[in-house]
């Protein structure tokens, strides 16, 4: 058992499971997403990302791609809510759109993560 | 990966950039969670805006103050230990990415990559030359003046910023790296379509030999120019097929034979090298005894040409050994040559020349000098290993200099630059003495004592005229280009010297019908050189001197050429 793995293995599911919990409920409901797993979404997708760098094979660098996808969906999102919040625009058009964004960073990690079980079953055969 | 340098950097910066994202959350999570009091006494939480913003520039030790209000107790509990966790965190990455950036692997790492990129720029043909010295400067400022492209790789970072420092024609794309590794080789650009030979002119001989044989099998196209001196390397080298020996004790030993029997091609050397002209008098060598100091490779190469022409010897050297039967028919001496006492047993004084041929430049003249002492009529030759000393050996008297570092480059670039004129060089040495003689005789006689030496291919590109005429079905004799063009039934000062055709080498070709695809060698001299290449383009001028008459639809066409 390689430690380095279970940690990036631990990271990349972590990065797609919490995610869902902030995506997971009514899209025009702000009662329903907490601001505080966007924030532990955004941190594990950036922790998740820095753990792809360095790894030069073809799905390495695909793994990568994914994942900053999921950082700019969810960079987006934060952005998308401070703004509204600190401008005072409180409406249902930007609460859907930051839910949305997270939504695509949640493909993105699902995507990643499928890579990452697909590399790993072959390697074990 | 060709952004190699890139992921370097990215792959070192792993641990900095985790250790501020994990710092930074927690900070952050931190004073969101604690409660603060605003400024009506009311308890109030940061947001995580508030917070992200506090942290940063917090972190970064920029510090505005505290915001949006004062903070309480609690608060700045937990802003000191963020202060010593996001700050260490923070300067551990600038150090980081400071210790990266002066990484000696990603500079050598970013040079490779500005040199590979330059290199595949290269359009024209290109040659590579390996390592950096005083013979490969020379043969790289030749081959710029022939408008060949060069690449430069030395293992030596100091060799290199040295060559930086010399003033070239043209830019050199430059590396440092193992000229005997294939990929920097293949950084270099052999497998190019456009990469023409690769120079390596090493003095251990064996890297020579490696070079032949990587290239071999790296791209067969592509001509090795090798320095070999040893028998056993050179049979090498020479069974991978494509490279080019150059020995320069084998090249001098066969000028010495040459020399002994037919002196005037000799001459004729020399003037195509560029090294004298015509006018310069054969070397007329003695006859009788010859004493050489040095046994080395260079002793046993002159050795072979004085058995051939039956000539007396006695080789002096102090360290090398030789087959008994030299030591017992007193035709070697091991003993220091540089010896008042050495130099009369070898009979020095009845001797006819001396050739002094020792590694050391210095141990040469003090030779030299003693000798003549001793016999001041002897005809002295003598090696000269470096160009630093030109100036003593310029002033020693010595009729006979061969320098071993400008016979290298010439040979060299010649073949690279000039292959036709090598071509016939080769065709010359053949030859003998009459022969040679009587086209010195010729070329002083009809154009001068310096002819210039002119290249002409009957191509689309070159000979436009010619071209278009053998293509038409027409004949055109060598003769053509030979006439004036002021009156075409007088000659220019032309001689043909060779016509390189497939496989076929016509020497002197005297009546000869031209084909599509010859290569021309011409001795002329300025004007002709002139009016050679208008006959060859130019469609008027080539229909005037085949046939003495002006085209007819040319004649405006004259006016306005």
Redo the contacts between chains.
């Keep these: 058992m390689n430690l380095q793995k279970v940690i990036s293995g631990f990271f990349f599911i972590f990065a797609m499971t919490i995610n869902f919990g902030f995506f997971y409920g009514d899209i025009d409901n702000p009662e329903l997403h907490s601001?505080w797993e966007l924030?532990a979404a955004l941190?594990i997708s950036?922790?998740s990302t820095?753990?792809k760098?360095?790894d030069?094979t073809q799905l390495g660098a695909v793994l990568l791609a994914t994942s900053l996808v999921a950082d700019i969906q969810l960079i987006a999102a934060?952005t998308v809510w401070?703004v509204t919040?600190?401008l005072s625009i409180v409406d249902v058009e930007a609460f859907a759109a930051i839910i949305s964004l997270s939504g695509g960073a949640f493909l993105a990690n699902i995507t990643s993560v499928i890579l990452y079980i697909g590399e790993t079953l072959k390697s074990k055969r | 990966?060709a952004n190699n340098a890139l992921?370097l950097i990215?792959?070192k910066?792993?641990t900095p950039?985790?250790v501020i994202?994990?710092t930074y959350?927690i900070a952050?999570?931190g004073m969101v969670l604690i409660p603060g009091v605003d400024d009506k006494g009311d308890i109030y939480h940061l947001?995580?805006?508030d917070a992200f913003y506090f942290v940063s520039y917090m972190a970064s030790t920029i510090g505005f103050g505290e915001s949006p209000y004062d903070f309480t107790y609690a608060q700045k509990l937990w802003v000191s230990v963020c202060i010593y966790l996001t700050v260490v965190g923070w300067f551990y990455g600038i150090g980081a990415l400071v210790s990266v950036l002066s990484d000696p692997m990603l500079k050598h790492e970013l040079m490779r990559n500005k040199f590979r990129k330059k290199v595949r720029e290269i359009q024209e043909q290109f040659v590579i030359v390996l390592g950096y010295s005083y013979i490969n400067a020379e043969i790289i400022k030749k081959l710029h003046k022939a408008n060949i492209e060069v690449v430069l790789v030395d293992i030596n970072e100091e060799m290199i910023n040295n060559f930086l420092l010399e003033s070239l024609i043209r830019d050199v794309p430059v590396m440092v790296g193992d000229g005997l590794l294939t990929d920097t080789l293949v950084d270099a650009g052999i497998l190019q379509t456009n990469c023409k030979a690769i120079i390596s002119l090493f003095e251990n001989e064996e890297k020579n030999l490696r070079i032949s044989v990587l290239t071999r099998f790296l791209n067969p196209k592509v001509q090795v120019i090798a320095k070999s001196t040893h028998n056993e390397i050179s049979t090498s080298i020479m069974d991978t097929d494509i490279a080019m020996l150059v020995n320069p004790f084998e090249i001098f030993a066969k000028r010495l034979d040459i020399a002994l029997h037919s002196p005037h091609i000799l001459v004729l050397e020399n003037w195509i090298y560029g090294n004298s002209d015509l006018c310069d008098n054969a070397l007329f060598l003695p006859n009788g005894k010859y004493v050489v100091c040095g046994y080395g490779r260079f002793g046993k190469a002159l050795q072979k040409q004085f058995e051939k022409n039956d000539i007396a010897y006695v080789f002096i050297d102090e360290k090398r050994r030789a087959p008994k039967e030299m030591l017992e028919n007193e035709t070697f001496i091991r003993a220091n040559p540089d010896d008042k006492e050495v130099l009369i047993q070898a009979g020095i004084q009845e001797a006819e020349c001396l050739i002094v041929g020792t590694k050391n430049d210095i141990e040469n003249i003090s030779i030299m000098i003693t000798a003549k002492k001793l016999n001041p009529d002897i005809y002295l030759i003598a090696r000269e290993n470096t160009m630093d000393e030109v100036s003593i050996f310029q002033a020693a008297d010595i009729d006979w200099t061969f320098i071993i570092e400008r016979i290298m480059v010439n040979k060299t670039s010649l073949a690279l630059t000039k292959p036709l004129k090598n071509h016939f060089l080769h065709l010359l040495l053949k030859e003998n003495e009459i022969w040679a003689n009587s086209l010195v005789k010729l070329l002083k006689s009809k154009i001068g004592s310096n002819p210039e030496l002119m290249y002409l291919e009957i191509s689309m590109e070159e000979s436009y005229a010619i071209y278009h005429d053998l293509k038409d079905g027409e004949e055109i004799k060598i003769e053509v280009l030979q006439r004036s063009l002021g009156n075409w039934k007088r000659n220019n000062n032309v001689i043909p010297l060779l016509i390189q055709r497939h496989n076929e080498d016509l020497l002197l070709p005297q009546n000869v019908k031209l084909e599509i695809g010859d290569k021309i060698l011409l001795a002329c001299d300025q004007e002709s050189r002139e009016e050679i290449s208008l006959i060859a383009s130019n469609i008027y001028e080539l229909h005037y001197a085949k046939s003495g008459e002006e085209k007819q639809i040319g004649l405006l066409g004259r006016w306005f050429s």
């Design positions: 601001v924030f941190v950036l922790i820095v753990l760098i360095g030069k934060v401070t919040e600190y | 990966m992921w990215l792959q910066l792993r950039l985790l994202i994990v959350s952050i999570m947001s995580f805006f």
